[in-house]
DNA sequence: TCAGGCTCTGTGAGCGTTCACAGTAGAGAA
DNA sequence: TTCTCTACTGTGAACGCTCACAGAGCCTGA
């Protein structure tokens, strides 16, 4: 049960001391190396990276963190009912792309899902216990509890997506979206440069900060145009693709002339157009559709789908970037970054 | 630059000491309250059991893993050309589950992403420094250069999916699996119970495990059927959609009478079912088709798609329950684990 | 009675770092 | 020369925990 259990091996890694011995210094130059090096000579500084490349040296973080009080790790927090936002691929991309920007700064991340009583319990308790800097959050709601105590304990954090809540509170929250008014802005303005004048809108979850922006994107387009804007237009849905089934019904049924629809999400465009095509509206010939998200469905469609697409690779890089300033004491700081119109067959 | 930074204020948290004394007893006692309480009287658990609950301590980790040289923490490496995965939601279920399954023992899980050559260093360092226990890895082709490397190190490893290589080495290799040519077994059994005869397949790369131990299968459920093997009717994708579009070209051109089909992938089958039905073939009246995965693509096809599915949620609990062994010093092992036949409307 | 065993407890050392401090050497100024 | 200033280096604490050990009290059996 003690001596070499598993083969291999695992021998005790070399410590600062023997770089030390090696190099001919003290460990307190080998430290002065390892962190920055001022005031330390052009030959120590040579002799010690020598011998960190000889004995093949890599700093104990635990011994480092336990002095400095810092964890140099930095948590993923999914607060959210996960399967949402397990089932969004854009989600993989955000995972995906706040881990390499992390690697790049040598801070790894914990993946933290907040989903059982339990593992907020847990969750809450590790965070605020300092095991990490900073925490980058990813809840549409950020009135969520787990959000709440993180914050009052002070601990950094930096949401995805503009968060919800009462504005005075949240005016002290770190956040990066994309621009969600924006983005309904190009996208409605791209129906009407079609040629289209009855446009209708599947909007998203009006709780939702997304779901409203989009919303009100939609109406200043076709304000702007000097349109009516006909409540019976507009209807909203879930997210899901169900939910663009059971949406499209209801606007063929309340306004069954519309010509042009915009779907505040790629997925609720795939259960549309599937609705439209079975009543025998032809895309994009009588109906044309324009959906939100930019997901590997807007592919699958048929015809393919015109969507918005969000910058998910400069928003995670942000949201570290926000993140790691403010670890390093600076104050919190919103991010909104620009939406992309994707031109394909369904409008 | 000191005192005070972030508002909130994060205060010194209270230390295994402050619990001693607010208890009336010692360090040591504390310990070892903290690590299973053998040896302790119940009045002093209790003693020290309210102490905690009134301090609100948590164990400092980083001193803890000083000295035990654990870090009770594993990491969850990609090393992927990770599109492939993240792009697969049976990747989400996976990971969720590991993290999950982790949560239970209060072990964090570091992501890891091998992607560019400067991850893959960064990673290897970190992980042969010991900054983690052991390594949940995702990984095609287990002969990829970081595996190696971390496997003759002597960490604890566990593959998600049965590693290709040598027999020899493989055998000291932990890895939990789905049983793929069990999955095909009964997914070929049941297009032959439909009364289809002329029963082709369109396999997965060959250089894969799982795309040879399907093969297998279906060559397995022919020969005891009394069935000829057509190698005709034998053709290989790579997993894709794309690549089952082709597939089925040249199927369709090969052997023009076939009338079931039993794809290696869902993603492959829905290219298949597409190129099918553009040729005109009915589905499944003309041709029976049968995908592997359960993935959610197989509820988009028209019809739905009769799937074997794979138990990702058991796979993520096995994986955490042999590495944890593993990490405890026993053996590694191999665990394959059952499918199931999912019936839809393809076949 | 004493030896030997159990159960329980406190103490000192040490894990590998960083940090504050004290010190050295050399350059330049008085 | 002597004094100060700067550039650099070494040293002894810590950080918060676990582990090995020593020892105290008690029970049991010879």
Partial sequence: MTMSTTGGGRRRPPTIHDVAREAGVSRGTVSRVLNGGHYVSPAAQ???????????????RHARS????RSDSVGFL????????????????????????????????????????????????????????????VSSHSGDPVAAELREAGVPLVSCGKP??????ASKVSYVAADDRDGARDMVRHLLSLGR?????????????????????????????GLPVDEDLIVSGDYSRA??????????????????????????????????QKAGRRVPEDVAVGGFDDSPAALTTEPALTTIRQPWDRISAEMVRVLLAQIGGE?????????ELVRRASA
């Fill in 66 to 69: 336990l002095i400095t009080g």
């Fill in 197 to 225: 004048r009855r446009v209708a809108t599947v909007a998203g979850p009006l709780d939702l900060p997304g779901g409203v922006d989009r919303l009100a994107g939609y109406r200043e387009v076709l304000a702007e145009a």
């Fill in 164 to 169: 919800i809540g009462p504005g005075s509170s």
């Fill in 78 to 137: 999914l607060t959210e009912p996960q399967e949402r936002f397990f089932e969004d691929p854009n989600f993989n991309v955000l995972l995906r792309g706040c881990t390499s920007a992390l690697a790049a700064h040598d801070i790894p991340l914990l993946l933290m899902i907040a989903g059982t009583p339990d593992e907020r319990r847990r969750i809450t308790r590790y965070i605020t216990a300092g095991h990490v800097d900073g925490v980058l959050l």
């Fill in 331 to 339: 104050d919190p700081a919103a991010v909104i970054l620009p939406t």
């Fill in 243 to 276: 939910g663009g089934e059971s949406a499209a019904a209801r606007l063929l049924d309340r306004a069954p002339d519309f010509d042009a629809v915009f779907v505040a999400s790629d997925l609720m465009a795939q259960g549309v157009m599937s609705a439209l």
């Fill in 46 to 60: 040579e002799a010690v990276n020598a011998a960190i490349r000889k004995t093949g040296y890599v700093v104990n």
